[in-house]
């Protein structure tokens, strides 16, 4: 009975259970949970709904609702628009250098929102490049600041992120569909309504409510750009850091207001959309229309002129980091000394973005996999429990996450705020969701017989995990890690509430540069940036070369 | 060394269901046994719960008399092959092949020779260095079997290896299976729902259904003497005609009354008096000039018979082979007498259970 007893309840896998599950209560359901609680208390301590009154009758408050809404939604119709579009020409059609175009694509997303809207000050802000080259035409350009530079930003960098998941989607319609249709006397346009985007469009509804739930919860943005435009991250951050030194119970319902609304978002998906994907046997996939002359030249015309605007605060940053300054004006002299200044001043931000991001990662993917391989083959045992905390991340914006964790680890039992620990546990929680949700991916294609074999040849079950499992699971996870590194490279909104002057990461060094009108540091900052991105990205493409590939 | 497996009233429960009731069966030393039945009959539990991936809720399984129950599947010196291969993408043809010998702290040098013999026997020594994603089904079918054999496991356990092959190449297959275990002598317990394979293959067959054991028996026994209608119906085709048993005469011979319109006398092992079931397989029913009147309604030409569809006075419908008949087929329309061998034809209790001898 006793050896049943620990057969059954002290296996390894129950211990590594328990592990994930105090590991998540305490780095992030017991922060959160105190961030909401807060929100329904008063300055005495009491319980009050005061704070939440107070949100939803103050326009100074209340307005950052309304602002972040509709950048959310205008930024959604129109990078979903573009995105549709460029997706559908460049699957369909013979467009050139479509490879290129796809990294390029790619790189677009993987970069830094905050990095273009940098960009867009130096080249359309006052005193801006293309600013100040127009002025003397007579040209005058509508002001970047505010709401346009905002929408301006989200557009072109959701645009990429919602090209990448739609052209998955048309190819992966099976092109017996369209035959069919064809073969049953519709014509193009009709095929292209009743077939074609009507089969995606359960991914294109998916998509939109991911990029609408990024513009919401995105940072960095407008507190570059946006200056008196504020939106629901921005508000957080100024109750908590106040002019008027802070509100927390302010800053916990404005957080809990933001949570809510994209777990709203979440439900709405999984309640209409999720469930009216069309699972297709791809058999063969759809033909590429083959184009010549003036013809390829016009389906490849809009997909580089978008590329193109989408890159161009890339190209900025990298051409003006070359630049020689003067006082806060970019010369046209060609020079190193920007990252001369950059490597002096901030060459711990630099080492510290790498090593807080590797070393994130390394946790990442220790965590997500044990996490996955709990979640998917031992749902009843506690697995769907630890799955369902996990993913909780997804829903809690970048700055709302940094504050919980202000709250929760400077003061006892655990301090760690101001430490580089801080900083990794919350790169490593932010970017699990996405690693786990690859990983199970991963694990779900895996048929459960390749553990059962290894274990009827002699290999107990812990080790054939190593060797079989876990082992399997790597190419799917590593591709994933690579993205997730890039992304905790990039990662502002909660580093800029959590670091500590000795824990300053490239981004907050951007950051502060930018708002010095330090143009040049930040351009060397942000292209070192930009190479990093685009050789893991490279090292991906390679990577997954052989399976299909993520691009 | 090969094994016997002993299995005595094993239970797997799942919740409040029983997918293996009470199930008992001795399966021999060096025996190709079969778990045939229906999906969902508790053949795969069953087989799982002798590999040790299953628990077992009740009872006992026991290899050479020796109490496994709680031996961990890694321990219990079990080849298994699985119903889709389950070789490791991620090893070559070899390496999974050598995988079970290394797990067992064979040396390099060893495990090279056996590895090699295994292959030479499932002839596929060629793709020794081949990744499996290169490979067809039937190739990796043969990699996952010396995979199975090779570490010379006391038990070959086979969950629907075949089924995922085409029906050529699981002729193909079934026929070298069956020649390696006969080679090598392990104890085989295979499963299957494909009647035809469990026949060709087994020295003996379980026919299992609702996680019980319905019959046991050689190929021919099974086939020939259905011990309940389920079997009866399972096994190749039957035709049931609907009778009554009046009177036993001498010999315990019952007078069986066909409702279809005949009377003959057929050999029971007990007195029973009462309503019964017949049935009759295709090919036992002859033309004749008298017996059980029918009108042909279908004729289907399939080579080396004729399949004719017939319907008797009441209506039903039911089946007749004709073998060796080299003149034109019958027309469709005649009016035809129908005859068979009393002792071919199994006769049932309105239980199911058969009492003809």
Known sequence: ????????????????????????????????????????????????????????????????????????????????????????????????????????????????????????????????????????????????????????????????????????????????????????????????????????????????????????????????????????????????????????????????????????????????????????????????????????????????????????????????????????????????????????????????????????????????TFTSYVSVRRRKQGGTLVDTMAMLPMVIPGAVFGICYIMAFNKPPIVICGTAIVMVLALVVRRLPNTIRSSVGVLESLDPSLDEASISLGVPALKTFFVITARLMVPGIAAGAVLSWISSINEISSSLLLYAPKTVTMPVAIYTFVSQNDYGQAAAMGTIMTVAIVIALTVVSRMTRKSGGII | MSQSVSIKNVVKLYGDFRAVDNVSLDIRKGEFFTLLGPSGCGKTTLLRMIAGFNTIEDGEISFDGKRINEIPANKRDIGMVFQNYAVFPHMTVGENVGYGLKARGIRKADRSPKVKQALEQVQILDLMDRMPNALSGGQQQRVALARAFVIEPSILLMDEPLSNLDAKLRVQMRDMIRKLQTALGITTIYVTHDQEEALAISDRIAVMKNGHVMQVGRPDEIYRKPENLFVANFIGNSNQFEGTIDEITAGNTGTLKLNAGITVGVPLRESYKGAVTVAIRPEYLKFDESGIPAVIRHSTFLGDFVLYELELADGQMIFVNEYGNMGALREVGTHVHLSFVPEYVSVYKETGEVISC
């Open chain 1, 1 to 368: 009975m006793l050896r049943k007893l620990r057969h059954r309840y002290l296996n390894f896998w129950t211990i590594v259970t328990l592990c994930l599950i105090v590991f998540f209560v305490v780095a992030l359901i017991l922060p959160v949970a105190q961030l909401f609680l807060n929100s329904f208390k008063d300055a005495e301590g009491a319980f009050s709904l005061e704070s939440y009154k107070t949100f939803f009758t103050k326009k100074y408050y209340y307005q950052a609702l309304q602002h972040s809404l509709w950048i959310g939604v205008v930024s959604t119709l129109v990078s979903t628009g573009i995105g549709v579009f460029l997706a559908y020409i460049v699957t369909r059609y013979n467009v050139w250098g479509k490879n290129v175009l796809k990294v390029l694509f790619l790189v677009g997303l993987m970069s830094p929102p905050f990095i273009g809207a940098y960009s867009w000050i130096i080249l359309l802000g006052r005193g801006g490049f293309i600013t100040n080259l127009l002025k003397p035409i007579g040209i005058k350009m509508p002001p970047i600041y505010g709401k346009t530079g905002i929408i301006l930003v989200f557009s072109l960098h959701l645009s990429c992120y919602v090209f990448r998941y739609v052209s998955a989607a048309f190819k992966g319609i099976d092109s017996s569909l369209e035959e069919a249709s064809e073969n049953l006397g519709a014509s193009k346009f009709m095929r292209l309504f009743t077939v074609t985007l009507p089969v995606v469009i359960p991914t294109i509804t998916s998509v939109m409510i991911i990029v609408f739930m990024r513009s919401l919860a995105d940072f960095g943005t407008p507190l570059l750009i946006g200056e008196g435009y504020k939106t629901m991250p921005v508000m957080v951050y100024n109750a908590y850091l106040g002019d008027m030194g802070g509100n927390k119970a302010m800053a916990g319902t404005i957080s809990a207001i933001s949570v809510f609304l994209s777990i709203g978002l979440l439900l709405v998906q999984k309640a209409y959309i999720a469930r009216k994907n069309y699972r297709m046997s791809n058999l063969r996939p759809p033909k590429v229309i083959e184009l010549h002359g003036w013809k390829r030249f016009l389906v490849t015309l809009p997909v580089v002129i978008w590329v193109f605007i989408a890159l161009l605060p890339q190209l900025t940053v990298i051409v003006t980091s070359f630049l020689k300054m003067n006082g806060p004006m970019f010369s046209d002299q060609f020079s190193f000394s920007n990252y001369q200044i950059a490597f002096k001043s901030c060459g711990k931000a630099i080492l510290h973005t790498f090593t807080y991001s590797t070393i994130a990662i390394v946790f990442v993917i220790l965590i997500g």
